[in-house]
């Protein structure tokens, strides 16, 4: 595959989502694109905006939280197992409002307070639970001792 084959391919696979290095330099190598061809593939995805780490961090962060209600811990964790920069990441954690945050953890605590009504190691499992879903335990903790 030529330098301009992979680059088309490649825009094609960035611009029908957000993709970090890491999952651009994957699908090369898959595409049998090395070396130096791999470099000036990526370079050139990232000079045209097609590759930039720090709205793919952004984006990933902003849909993991609303969507799927991870909490900050979770996502981190994610982001570095993409091996997305510590920058990156930090500024990604900007575009949670701490305020939703909040709000959206107390919903889940009395989500999880329904699903495990009756059960006497309730409050433990809707720590458990919540932690899980990436909360920090000294905030989950907190909330459920508001909650009582």
Wanted: overall charge positive.
């Amino acid at each position: 595959m030529t330098q301009e084959e992979a680059f088309n391919k490649l825009l094609k696979y960035c611009t029908y989502q957000e993709r970090c290095h890491e999952e651009v330099r994957s699908k090369l190598l898959s595409l049998k694109v090395y070396g130096n061809d791999l470099e000036q593939v990526m370079s050139r995805l990232i000079e045209h905006h097609f590759l930039n780490e720090e709205r793919y961090a952004k984006t990933y962060a902003g849909s993991k939280f609303r969507q799927m209600q991870w909490g900050r811990i979770k996502i981190t964790l994610q982001l570095k197992f993409r091996k997305v920069s510590e920058y990156c990441i930090r500024e990604a954690m900007k575009e949670i409002d701490q305020d939703d945050y909040i709000k959206t953890l107390r919903q889940l605590i009395e989500k999880r307070k329904q699903q495990v009504k009756g059960d006497r190691n309730a409050i433990q499992k809707t720590a458990q639970h919540l932690i899980g879903k990436g909360y920090e335990p000294d905030l989950v903790w907190k909330e459920l001792k508001w909650e009582e």
